[in-house]
T-cell receptor, first 114, second 110 residues
Framework: NAGVTQTPKFRVLKTGQSMTLLCAQDMNHEYMYWYRQDPGMGLRLIHYSVGEGTTAKGEVPDGYNVSRLKKQNFLLGLESAAPSQTSVYFC?????????????FGEGSRLTVL | GQQVMQIPQYQHVQEGEDFTTYCNSS?????IQWYKQRPGGHPVFLIQLVKSGEVKKQKRLTFQFGEAKKNSSLHITATQTTDVGTYFC??????????FGPGTRLSVLP
């Protein structure tokens, strides 16, 4: 039982390049989330999904796109990376949101944009 | 929009001392969660509080939810080096996703 797995764990991009972060969970969770973590700012929600085929914007969605084609996978894309997107990205999943299920986080993906 | 604040930002304690971090929301919350993140690690769920005035304990950790459901606290009794990390509260507004506070970083000197 791997829980929430993120790939890659580290990536360096040049400004303007694109990339995709993959999140996979094996807990059959309905809800999945992408957060970014910057020093002193906690975790900010980028996009989230309440089920396969659905996505919604969070607090800081600009510059990112997501897709949830399969229930177990949630992809975060950067079409044209900017230095402001240098951050640590965490994927999380939860069993149910209405009853405020706990969030299970992946180990994080550290992205540097030069 | 909803804002969640935490104080202090940093706390250095001697091993064996107590530690408290406070979480305040700009809006009334339906519930609040607490997470711990070890250095270099990922956030790990500690607890969830739902009821006004609720108090929950986990060994040396005591969690409280304010009567007005706008604030919360985490108190650690007799800190140990294993308590080192950043503690985040995450408040959920009614019908919204959780909003995380900026965290309190705890260091424990042996």
């Amino acid at each position: 039982n791997a829980g929430v797995t993120q790939t890659p764990k580290f990536r360096v991009l040049k400004t303007g390049q694109s990339m995709t972060l993959l999140c996979a969970q094996d807990m059959n969770h309905e809800y999945m989330y992408w957060y970014r973590q910057d020093p002193g700012m906690g975790l900010r929600l980028i996009h989230y999904s309440v089920g396969e085929g659905t996505t919604a914007k969070g607090e800081v969605p600009d510059g990112y796109n997501v897709s949830r084609l399969k229930k177990q996978n949630f992809l975060l894309g950067l079409e044209s990376a900017a230095p402001s997107q240098t951050s640590v990205y965490f994927c999380a999943s939860s069993f149910r949101r209405e009853n405020t299920g706990e969030l299970f986080f992946g180990e994080g993906s550290r992205l540097t944009v030069l | 929009g909803q804002q969640v604040m935490q104080i202090p930002q940093y706390q250095h304690v001697q091993e064996g001392e107590d530690f408290t971090t406070y979480c305040n929301s700009s809006t009334t919350l339906s519930n609040i969660q607490w997470y711990k993140q070890r250095p270099g690690g990922h956030p790990v769920f500690l607890i969830q509080l739902v009821k006004s005035g609720e108090v929950k304990k986990q060994k040396r950790l005591t969690f409280q939810f304010g009567e007005a459901k706008k604030n919360s606290s985490l108190h650690i009794t007799a800190t140990q080096t294993t308590d080192v990390g950043t503690y985040f509260c995450a408040g959920r507004d009614y019908g919204q996703n959780f909003v995380f506070g900026p965290g309190t970083r705890l260091s424990v000197l042996p």
